[in-house]
């Protein structure tokens, strides 16, 4: 566990860096879903797994950042506090189906679902942990080299 977050903060801080030189970039968190490839292409030994990738480089164009949840939903100060969270997410909801709808490319399981009408972060947050994901993920560690036990 330590060894992931301390890899998330120094990913972080390789971004913030990044971005305060104008560079463009792109975590990637979809290497776990391909854990031999990565494994084979970045030669990586037993007790080692990738978390997420990163490019970095210059942009050919400035893309539009995502409209991210609002701060009182992911950042709680002294204790945590979800009073608001449902008003809030129902307030991102409507923003996301306004003014970034989800493109039907980035719809989740839609195979299982169909198309999502509204677009909403919700739903399509809700498609994504309806099915398991990664299901080879706890063998995978086992066969090279983890002690889950």
Not at 70 to 77: A, I, S, T, W
Not at 99 to 117: L, T
Request: charged letters at 25%.
């Amino acid at each position: 566990m330590n060894a992931v977050i301390d890899a998330s903060l120094a990913m972080q801080n390789l971004i913030n860096s990044a971005e305060e030189l104008g560079l463009g970039i792109c975590p990637i968190s979809m290497v776990r879903n391909h854990l031999e490839e990565v494994k084979k292409m970045c030669h990586l030994p037993k007790g080692v797994f990738p978390i997420a990738g990163l490019s970095v480089g210059w942009p050919d164009e400035n893309n539009e950042v995502s409209i991210r949840l609002p701060m009182k939903v992911v950042f709680h100060e002294d204790f945590y506090d979800d009073k608001d969270m449902l008003k809030q997410i129902h307030y991102y909801d409507k923003t996301i189906e306004c003014v970034q709808p989800i493109p039907k490319s980035k719809q989740r399981h839609v195979n299982v679902y169909g198309f999502n009408k509204k677009n909403t972060w919700s739903e399509n947050i809700s498609r994504q942990m309806s099915l398991p994901e990664r299901k080879e993920f706890k063998k995978w560690l086992k066969s090279n080299g983890f002690n889950l036990d």
